[in-house]
């Protein structure tokens, strides 16, 4: 995950989110999806992660999420990461 790009990150958050519609939630499939797509997570805080849904008034997409993502990786404000 350490040297993903943005498009390479938006790739694989998709594609789990495909996977994990895809799947009944009581299969194999379906929760390796969700392992991998929290693993992409991980760098976020999940309070930060909240605040912004709370600000938003809405869900983050996945293009959003790979922005915070990357931002929390590198040692950046994930809220700036949105504005820029």
């Known amino acids: 995950m350490d040297q993903l790009t943005e498009s390479q990150l938006l790739k694989q958050l998709n594609q789990y989110s495909q ?3 895809q799947f009944s939630r009581d299969t194999r499939e379906f929760a390796l999806a969700v392992k991998a797509y929290n693993q992409l ?3 976020l805080n999940v309070r930060d992660e ?6 938003l008034g809405r869900p983050l997409t996945n293009a959003e999420l790979a922005k915070l ?4 990786r590198d040692g950046k404000d994930v809220f700036q990461a949105l504005i820029e």
């Open 19 to 21: 996977e994990m519609e």
């Open 41 to 43: 997570l991980d760098p």
């Open 50 to 55: 909240l605040r912004l849904v709370n600000q």
């Open 69 to 72: 993502i990357l931002a929390a």
